[in-house]
């Protein structure tokens, strides 16, 4: 079993929807939880993180953890053309290392 | 002001081959990492590395090896590349582990293709 599971993409929406991204993780002793974004071609950039449980918000973006049920989610809300990219959702484990889920391929369309 | 770079870009290669890809970080981090994206976009990480330790994925075949002239520097040597070495090679960096490891800086990438 993978560390992390994310929900297999692409996903394509229209300017102005409501994006909700999704992962599950195996190990209930993972404490951090990211979200990074990943443009074509480009190295993955850290968007949010959120520590234990709970909800984070940043602009258009929360981050949210349900421990109870070891699940990952982003929202994104009056998604643009320009959040057209990959997503990929992330823990921390033990050593420090960093494990990926497998990444989901976001389009918003103009 | 690039915070991690990598070169080459682009590396095309024949099996059997040896190579090398540079990595430099200028944001005085202390630990550094190599990872590997396959063709269906799964990072999987390969190494940390600081300048106390050295962590190695178990998984990692030890024709890959990670040197370290200094803190900010890690490049990756390859010894007799195999097709399935095919793949985008990151670079990435953080603070020290105890405070910051969930917030990496990656490099643009190097994409390796093996013939």
């Known amino acids: 079993q993978k560390e992390v599971e994310q929900d297999p993409g692409p996903l394509s929406v229209p300017e102005g929807a409501i994006v909700s991204l999704n992962c599950t993780y195996s190990n209930s002793a993972f404490q951090y939880f990211m979200w990074y974004r990943q443009y074509s071609r480009k190295g993955p950039e850290l968007l949010m993180y959120t520590y234990s449980s709970g909800n984070k918000e940043d602009g258009r973006f929360t981050a949210q953890v349900d421990k109870s049920s070891k699940y990952i989610s982003l929202f994104i809300r009056d998604s643009q053309p320009s959040d057209s990219a990959t997503y990929l959702c992330a823990t921390l484990t033990g050593a420090n290392n960093l494990f990926f889920g497998t990444g989901t391929r976001l389009t918003v369309i103009p | 002001d690039t915070a991690v770079s990598q070169t080459p870009k682009y590396l095309v290669t024949q099996m059997g081959n040896d190579k090398s890809i540079k990595c430099e970080q200028n944001l005085g981090h202390d630990t550094m990492y190599w990872y590997k994206q396959d063709s269906k976009k799964f990072l999987k990480i390969m190494f940390s590395?600081?300048?106390?330790?050295?962590?190695i994925n178990e998984t990692v075949p030890n024709r890959f090896s990670p040197k370290s002239p200094d803190k900010a520097h890690l490049n990756l040597h390859i010894n007799s590349l195999e097709l399935g070495d095919s793949a985008v090679y990151f670079c990435?960096?953080?603070?020290?582990?105890?405070?910051?490891?969930?917030?990496?800086?990656f490099g643009p990438g190097t994409r390796l293709t093996v013939t």
């Open positions: 990435a960096s953080s603070q020290e582990p105890a405070g910051a490891a969930y917030e990496q800086y």
């Open positions: 590395y600081n300048n106390k330790e050295l962590i």
